[in-house]
C-alpha cells in the first residue's frame, strides 16, 4: 500500500480478513454502476431519485470523465469497495488530496500548525463528493449491511492512511449517524454549520411568508418585486428543456463567480457537458433572460427529497437578482413540487433573514500523530461548543413569527 507519484494509493490493494474483502479503485470504472448504485442509492430501485444525486455512479463519473478530479486536479480518485458474499456491501467516494480545496471543511490551520511542527500534511486522504458541501452519506451499504460495511470501510481507510505514512485521514459532509458510528470507532467528531430552508407544508409561497414576522415578510416581497423588475424575464429548465447552449451561458456565470471568489473554477467546461449528456433530468437551472440573452442564472440539483442550491453567477449586477434565482425560486420549485427542504449551499448568513435557518453539519477525523491528534481533538471540542452555541443564537433571530404573536401587513 505504498504511495504511487500522484500521491495517490497504490492500485488495486486488497485486504482481506476472515469475513470481508476491501479493494482500492483508481477509477470508478473499474465498479459497475448497478453495485455502486446498489450501495449508494438503493432507493431508486423504485424508479424514483436519489435521495444525494451526489453521491450516484453517474455524478461521480461526470466528475472523473471531466477530468475535474484525477491527474493535476490534487483529488485523486482512490475508491473502496467492500465484498462479501460474493457481492461489493459498501462504496466510498475516496481521494488523495495534495491541499486543503474544493472540501469547504477547513483544515488550512491544522495543516500549517503540523508542517510548522516538521511534518508532511499532505497528501491525506478524503472521503468526500468533491466540490460539493452537502451532506449526505459517505459509507455508503447496502441495505442490511450498515454495520459490517461502515467498519470495513473505516478499516481500509486507517488502513491505507497508515501503511502510507499519511498524516490524516478526512470524512467530510457525513450524516450525523455516521458521525456517531465514527465516534464509536475512535473518530474525531467535528461539526459546522449551513443554512436550511424547511418546507413545514406551505401550499404556496405567500403560505410560507405568512409564518414570518411582518417586517420580513415585507422584505422579502420588495426584494422580489426588485429582482422581477431587472427588464427581463426568469425562467426555470429542466431536463429536455434544458438545451447544450444554456451550457455555455451558464458558464460563463460559472467561470464569472469563481475569478471573483477564489480565483480558478474547480469543475471544467467538459462536466457540464457529461452532466448535460447523463443528469439533466436532475438538473433545475433558473436563468434571467433580457431580450434573447441570459444575464444571470443559478444551477440547482434535484434530489428525491431536497433541492440542491449548487451554483450561480450573473454577467452584470441587478438589485436582489442574486436572492431572486439562488433563493426564493428554489423556495418556489421545492413548494411546487411537495420537496421537504432547500439546502443553498455553504456560508452566509444573509440566508437566515430569508428563511434559511442554521443547522449542523458532519465530519469525521483520523489523526495520526498522537499529540497532534490530541491539539485536534481539543481544538474540534471547543469548536463544537461555539458552533451549537451559534447555531441557538441564530435560530432566536430568524425571521419566523413568535408562537402565539399575530401579525397584519
Known amino acids: ?27 470508478l470504472a473499474s465498479i459497475a454502476s448497478k453495485d455502486w448504485d446498489a450501495c449508494a442509492c438503493p432507493e431508486t430501485a423504485d424508479g424514483g431519485r436519489p435521495v444525494d444525486p451526489f453521491t450516484t455512479h453517474r455524478f461521480l463519473t461526470a466528475l472523473e470523465a471531466s477530468r475535474s478530479v484525477g491527474e493535476g486536479t490534487g483529488w485523486q480518485p482512490h475508491f473502496l469497495s467492500v465484498h462479501a458474499e460474493a457481492q461489493i456491501i459498501a462504496v466510498a467516494p475516496v481521494y488523495a488530496k495534495a491541499h486543503s480545496q474544493g472540501e469547504y471543511v477547513f483544515d488550512y490551520s491544522w495543516a500549517d500548525a503540523y508542517e510548522r511542527a516538521g511534518g508532511r500534511y499532505y497528501p491525506k486522504l478524503q472521503v468526500a463528493v468533491p466540490f460539493t458541501p452537502v451532506s449526505g452519506r459517505r459509507f455508503l451499504t447496502r441495505p442490511g449491511y450498515e454495520t459490517v460495511g461502515q467498519a470495513g470501510l473505516v478499516q481500509g481507510i486507517v488502513k491505507i492512511a497508515t501503511e ?37 407544508g406551505y401550499q404556496t409561497f405567500d403560505a410560507f411568508l405568512d409564518s414570518l414576522s411582518s417586517r420580513k415578510r415585507k422584505q422579502i416581497r420588495k426584494e422580489r418585486r426588485q429582482a422581477q423588475d431587472f427588464g427581463g424575464r426568469i425562467v426555470a429548465l429542466t431536463g429536455d428543456a434544458i438545451k447544450s447552449h444554456h451550457w455555455d451561458t451558464f458558464w460563463r456565470f460559472y467561470q464569472d463567480t469563481g475569478a471573483r471568489k477564489w480565483g480558478r473554477p474547480y469543475l471544467t467546461r467538459a462536466f457540464f457537458d457529461e452532466m448535460h449528456q447523463t443528469m439533466r433530468d436532475d438538473v433545475l437551472l433558473v436563468l434571467a433572460v433580457e431580450g434573447d440573452r441570459a444575464v444571470a442564472g443559478a444551477l440547482n440539483v434535484i434530489g428525491r427529497e431536497t433541492l440542491f442550491g449548487r451554483y450561480w453567477g450573473a454577467l452584470e449586477h441587478f438589485p436582489c437578482l442574486h436572492f431572486e434565482l439562488c433563493y426564493y425560486q428554489a423556495i418556489d420549485f421545492a413548494i411546487s413540487h411537495g420537496m421537504r427542504r432547500v439546502e443553498a ?25 498522537p499529540g497532534f491528534r490530541d491539539a485536534v481533538e481539543q481544538f474540534v471540542t471547543a469548536e463544537k461548543e461555539a458552533v451549537e452555541g451559534d447555531i441557538d443564537i441564530l435560530t432566536s433571530y430568524g425571521p419566523f413569527r413568535k408562537t402565539g404573536m399575530h401579525e397584519r401587513d
Open 1 to 27: 500500500m505504498r504511495l504511487d507519484r500522484a500521491c495517490g494509493v497504490r492500485p488495486n490493494v486488497t485486504v482481506t480478513d476472515t469475513q470481508i474483502e476491501i479493494r482500492t479503485h483508481q477509477s
Open 164 to 200: 502510507n505514512g499519511l498524516s490524516s485521514a478526512h470524512v467530510t459532509f457525513c450524516t450525523s449517524e455516521e458521525a456517531k458510528a465514527g465516534e464509536q470507532m475512535g473518530l474525531l467528531h467535528r461539526i459546522g454549520q449551513q443554512f436550511h430552508w424547511e418546507n413545514h
Open 345 to 369: 449551499g455553504a456560508q452566509g448568513e444573509h440566508k437566515l433573514a430569508r428563511g434559511y435557518l442554521p443547522v449542523a453539519t458532519h465530519s469525521l477525523h483520523w489523526i495520526a500523530e
